[in-house]
């Protein structure tokens, strides 16, 4: 899943981008709207974690772009301003959810996950394919009712394979679901990450190339 996280307030913006890194997410950070504009007109976010109060265009007119713009990007409201009539004037103008600060870090993921799955067709909140089952809300994965223990990368490309319910996935749409927007898009990261994971889900192999296109599971 990638992430937007848009907050003025650096060191919150970054603390809730390394939280969310450490839950297997892509996350990239803008600390005002304008920026934040930017970002959603290139990437393909599932997320956005929108601060209302921002500097050089505010929250509410990221929110009222990406729904006139027609984007399928969920936006998640997270803001000091928690008042009834603020939740309801945030959610009135596109917002998909709303939560107040001081929060609970924990909520705040329960939610973004929630969230991406609408951001998607469908699917179960925990996913099952060729003996691996994965479950995003406890970070766990198991082959053939085996643990696996994977890295927050790894485990974040499988579930880009296990939500693509069997089609191909390129490299590129991993890069861009699984890694920020620093990440070179030269890098030979997909195939390593992809032999580390192949490696430890065991054998039979499940992780099948597609030359030319991409991967599947």
């Known amino acids: 899943m990638r992430v937007l996280v848009?907050?003025?307030?650096?060191?919150?913006?970054?603390?809730?981008?390394?939280?969310?890194?450490?839950?297997?997410?892509?996350?990239?950070?803008?600390?005002?709207?304008?920026?934040?504009?930017?970002?959603?007109?290139?990437n393909d976010y599932d997320v956005v974690v929108l601060d209302r109060d921002l500097p050089r265009v505010h929250g509410d007119e990221v929110c009222r772009s990406l729904v006139a713009d027609g984007a399928t990007v969920r936006v998640l409201m997270l803001t000091a301003a928690g008042e009834l009539e603020d939740k309801v004037e945030g959610l009135s103008i596109g917002a998909d959810d709303y939560l107040a600060k001081p929060f609970a870090f924990a909520e705040l993921i329960a939610r973004i996950r929630a969230l991406g799955r609408?951001?998607?067709?469908?699917?179960?909140?925990?996913?099952?394919?060729?003996?691996?089952?994965?479950?995003?809300?406890?970070r766990a994965v198991t082959r053939d009712g085996r643990p696996v223990d994977l890295t927050p990368k790894e485990f974040a490309v499988l579930e880009v394979l296990m939500r693509a319910q069997g089609t191909v996935v390129s490299a590129e749409h991993l890069l861009e679901k699984a890694w920020d927007e620093n990440i070179d898009p030269f890098t030979n990261v997909v195939r390593v990450t992809m032999m580390t994971l192949r490696k430890k889900?065991?054998?039979?192999q499940v992780i099948e190339t597609v030359p030319g296109a991409g991967y599947r599971l």
């Open 6 to 42: 848009v907050e003025d307030e650096r060191v919150l913006a970054d603390t809730i981008a390394t939280g969310l890194r450490r839950e297997a997410m892509a996350v990239d950070v803008a600390y005002d709207g304008a920026s934040a504009l930017e970002r959603t007109s290139v």
């Open 201 to 204: 889900l065991g054998e039979p």
């Open 118 to 138: 609408r951001s998607a067709p469908p699917l179960p909140p925990v996913l099952e394919r060729a003996g691996v089952r994965l479950d995003p809300a406890r």
